[in-house]
């Protein structure tokens, strides 16, 4: 079992920025997979990054030269730096691991985001 914690939310600004933290233990589990997930207000969870264990990167269209995913390491935490921040990026941010070895995927409990006009 994997445990994911997310921080960093809160109040943005529109054009600015905002840094999103995961934190995940036991850290030497195998995860082959980390991504974000984003879902606005009546929305299901879309995509946002996801960062695979040799480092290919997909992002969705919306966050294209916008948003960037760290991927993970042993020690320091998962990171979505969010810049030039829009209204529409409002909701809530789910960090995602998945697990080739039992092909299971872990969840956070998600950090709301609010980016005012």
């Known amino acids: 079992q994997v445990q994911l914690v997310e921080s960093g939310g809160g109040l943005g600004e529109a054009g600015g920025s905002l840094r999103l933290s995961c934190t995940y233990s036991?850290?030497?589990?195998?995860?082959?997979?980390m991504g974000w997930y984003y879902q606005g207000p009546g929305k299901e969870r879309e995509l946002v990054a996801e960062i695979a264990d040799g480092g290919m990167a997909n992002y969705a269209d919306s966050v294209k030269g916008r948003f960037a995913s760290s991927g993970k390491n042993a020690k320091d935490p998962v990171y979505l730096e969010m810049n030039t921040l829009k209204p529409e990026d409002t909701g809530v941010y789910y960090c995602r691991a998945y697990t080739e070895v039992c092909k299971a995927e872990f969840w956070g409990q998600g950090t709301q985001v609010t980016v005012a006009s």
């Open positions: 036991p850290r030497d589990f195998a995860i082959n997979i």
